[in-house]
């Protein structure tokens, strides 16, 4: 049968996406490995390969350290079966690299509680969680090493984040709102969580496409009272304005009416 090239072509996309789709897997922690670092290939079972970002899901079953950096996609998670710790390497551990964790839209994570590990730690490991992302937790961490979080709003929520009681002393949050429009006053749920949050964020940084917002003036951040945190903004001068023209021009048009 003669193939042109338009199917030849065709078909080799198909092999080669084929190609790319085997290459994702499931990767589980071996509990009779060395030590806790994530790119000790001989803690994953069958000694390794080590989970690849933004590709691989990952089930963990003991306490463990995630030393480089990794993204979780869309469709892709991390489960730990023995509710254990995901620790995210500071300077102060092992080889003084630190890591970063990316959930994005559509990914899933499923742990005890998230904790930077390390000590002496003069540089954080950052956690990203994007809209539309599912993280559970027993706590956010625990309140003495310093994470640094950047939640990035969407249209929906940043994430549903389940967990229990949490200490978030430590816990040094920005909030990027350069996917999200924000017309108006409105109210922008981060995360829905249960449980009981204690102390304060370390410091809360708010951004809208670069531009640094100012607390108090452009929003406010509720997360001591509820089941949420609560990115609340507060409208311009000129829109509170614009509303109360409004308000008044319908007040007019009632009148005549009347």
């Known amino acids: ?36 670092d994530w790119t000790t290939v001989g803690n ?14 990952v089930v963990l079953t003991q306490r463990n350290v995630l030393n480089y950096n990794f993204k979780v996609k869309s469709g892709e998670s991390i489960t730990d079966t023995g509710n254990n710790w995901l620790g995210l390497s500071n300077d102060g551990w092992g080889d003084k ?19 930077a590990r390390g000590n002496n730690a003069t540089l954080f490991p950052t956690f990203t969680i994007e809209h539309g992302a599912t993280l559970t937790t027993d ?40 996917n999200y ?39 406010t951040l509720d997360y001591t009272t509820g089941s949420n945190i609560t990115l609340n903004v507060i409208p311009e001068p000129g829109t509170y304005a614009l509303i109360g023209g409004m308000l008044a021009l319908g007040s007019v048009m009632v009148r005549r009416r009347r």
């Open 1 to 36: 049968m003669k193939q042109t090239p338009k199917t030849l072509l065709t078909l080799s996309a198909l092999a080669g996406l084929s190609f790319t789709a085997a290459q994702a897997a499931t990767v589980t922690w071996d509990d009779g490995g060395p030590g806790e």
């Open 44 to 57: 994953w079972e069958n000694d390794g390969p080590i989970p690849v970002t933004d590709q691989d899901s």
């Open 97 to 115: 690299t630190v890591a970063n964790l990316t959930l994005a839209t559509g990914g899933e994570i499923d742990v005890g509680y998230i904790s």
């Open 139 to 178: 706590s956010i961490n625990d309140g003495n090493r310093p994470i640094d979080y950047i939640w990035k709003a969407g249209s929906d929520s940043v994430t549903t984040w389940n967990t229990g009681d949490a200490t978030i002393g430590a816990t040094i949050v920005t909030v990027e709102l350069a």
């Open 181 to 219: 429009t924000v017309v108006g006053a409105s109210s922008l749920t981060l995360v829905n969580y249960s449980g009981t949050l204690t102390g304060e964020f370390a410091s809360a940084t708010v951004t809208d496409g670069g531009t640094t917002l100012i607390n108090g003036v452009d929003y």
